[in-house]
């Protein structure tokens, strides 16, 4: 039986290394967004990548003669991916900062913003600048630069952070903050296609150089990237592309009425997507987990076996952190390693795979350790008096009753583990909760595409839970229920 186990696990693992490990191509172009802040980056009506950032990558793609490969990403894990050589460079409008330039070196600038307070319409009268917000909540984005701007100038604001604008608009539409502060142009683009009544007040707080982030140690890549830039600015498709975007004036600055709607197909076929990788890991995962976990449940239930104290403390430890600061640590901490050591690229898929694996293990292993010793020791004294060897005791008497325990709580595990998957959006995994904040970020409606997808899952987990239930009466009326 292990044996047989093994031969699997090693066939899983296999076929998921041969998917999932990226062979990274010399002449890729790798360009880190978000894909969830139009005009910037966005999808655009037929699923595909569109935005000034994307035809920025493009250009620059071009003029270096590679081929580009966009991957979208959270904000907030953005750089640690760049530092851990998961892409070559970020395009996604990111301001020159101190803090930011001590990690990555950045090109030359690309274009210039600024950091602009925004409010409600019924708030003009009150607040006329950024002065008139002391002591009251005004939110930010987490990750971009406005929030530590907040803090070292105005320390007497409260700063209340969010994953998107599309959170910061529904709190100031229901006044749980006085305001928000972000790029002007992208504040302006989003306010007019969400037809919200907010409105710019004051002047600019800052103004920002956005540039092209490279890691330290590519100074060559850097000079190619400056090189294309100052091309594309002689040229000036540089400021062809901005103009398509936006449109400046002396007064005030407007975004272009560019098509940024997206299909009902193009929303379907990203959610079949997203929702297809996400049933995809969760199973791997499980299958991985659960194979881990009978022999780690046997070791556990006997302190005899040789390994019994490591694999306790390895297993309170992924019971006890979250799982994702582990996503975190496998996908950046030994994925790094790895690419730097060895030149193995960890994909994202194969660290949300192995570390959802780990966790289920960890928490199922407990299951079976408590279902063998739910099996009383009789039961091996009785076999062993009719002439069964270890192995048969093991197979035809202790396990199928530990089994039929363990398989309702095993069965929680399972629930909780496919849960679980909405967290692997941050290490640039496109699942289910990825392709809806997309959706969102274009349409601004949280309410129905976040709807969508908790009935998506429900109506995976549900039969879970209710064959969970089942078999757990099953088992009540064969006399284990109470064993």
Known sequence: MFYRSNKILFALLLIISTITISNAKKDDFKVALTGKYPPFSMYDSNGNLAGFDVDISKAVADKLDKKLILIATQWDAILPGLLTEKYDVIIGSMAV??????????????????????????????????????????????????AQFLRSKYPKIERVTYKSTVDIFNDLDNDRISGFVSDKLLGIYQIKKSKRKFVPTGELLFKEQMAIPVNKNDKILLKKINKALSEMRKTGELQQLFDKWFDITEHDSQIKQEQTSIKNITIIKLFAKGFGLTLLVAFFSII??????????????????????????????????PVLIQLFFVYFGIGGLLSQKFGINLSAVTAAVLTLSINAAAYMSE????????????????????????????????????????????????VALIKDTALISVITVPEIIRQAQSVISITFDPIKYYLIVALMFYLVTFPLMKFSAKLEKQIKKKGFGNA
């Not at 708030?123 to 630069?145: A, F, Q, Y």
């Not at 987990?289 to 302190?303: E, Q, R, S």
């Not at 403390?313 to 006890?320: E, K, Q, Y």
Request: charged share 20%; aromatic share 10%; with cysteine.
């Open 97 to 146: 900062t101190k803090e930011r330039s001590k990690k990555v070196n950045f090109s030359d600038s690309y274009y210039e913003s600024g950091a602009q307070l925004f409010i409600h319409k019924r708030s003009v009268d009150s607040i006329k600048s950024i002065n008139d917000c002391v002591n009251k909540r005004i939110g930010v984005v987490l990750g971009e630069t406005y």
């Open 288 to 321: 991985i987990g659960f194979l881990l976990a009978v022999p780690g449940g046997i070791i556990l239930n006997n302190k005899k076996i040789t390994g019994n104290m490591v694999l306790r403390a390895v297993n309170d430890f992924f019971r006890g952190t």
């Open 367 to 414: 299951v079976v350790r408590s279902g063998l010793m739910s099996v009383p020791m009789g039961q091996k004294n009785a076999a062993k008096a009719i002439g069964f060897n270890k192995w048969q005791i093991f197979s035809f008497v202790i396990w199928p009753q530990a089994f039929r325990i363990a398989l309702p709580p095993l069965m929680n595990s399972v």
